[in-house]
């Protein structure tokens, strides 16, 4: 599966809100792509790719607002509910990790339950799978249809779909692994011909205009340097880049989902009506 090309306008965002650092808050919007690719599995007519949704809903009503996942699972069926989108039995979730803020907004970071998040999600679309964030804690619940991946490769509806969650760190603090088991991770997968491999941490890389788009670099040697005949698509979050898709060297394209969601289809979108991705 490869992306021929991204719309750069949205079709629709998610207004939340976003704790903008010293008590602040601030109303922020993630913005929702379409992409088209070559080809889909049968029985899917799109997957949504998202992560970093370190936010809030906007309040309605009397009750507290959720986090910005729980949202975004809603908003995306009551697109699917408009004709916008394909119907969420057919469509797969993919989930790169950061899904936390802190329930009163009064600081960035910490961490936190997102079992909400993967059940909203888990429980409108045919399945969700991906990786935890540094910033996630998933507490034991029922998980039909979850599938959270470390190291692991799934097959669902015949797409192989594998990730490494995390990033490289102290293996003493929460998602955090040290810098050669989650690169022999991330190896192995390549080995094991993933389709799809889902990283909270990716890649550095080029970007169109030549700038230096922030990443790992190591994990983008081990991306380029596997030499596989057939590369996966890397969906990755973390940090955040201007240009959300990156081909590296050897066809490894790599999908930039930080505080922003894509929606994959086939390419019943004329590419030609897309920006295509920039090749450094």
Known sequence: ???LAVDPTPFDALPVLNAAGRGRIEAISYPVHRAAVDRLPEGLDAIVAAADLQALEVP???YPPRLAGEALAERLVGLAERGDLPRPE????LLAGDLYTVP???RRGGAGDVAAVWAA???????VAGVLGNHDVLAPRDRVG???LDGEAHALDGLRVGGVAGIVGNPDRLNRQDAATFLG???ALLLEDVDVLVLHEGPDAAGPDGAHLRGNPDVRGALVGAGVPRPPLVVCGHTWWPAPLVELAGGVQVLKVDARVVVLQRDQIPPSAFRTAPTP
């Open 1 to 3: 599966m490869r992306i």
């Open 60 to 62: 309605v009503g009397p």
């Open 90 to 93: 057919r469509t797969g979730v």
């Open 104 to 106: 009163d907004l009064k």
């Open 121 to 127: 999600f888990a429980g409108r679309f045919r399945w």
């Open 146 to 148: 979850v599938h959270v």
């Open 185 to 187: 991770k991330v190896e």
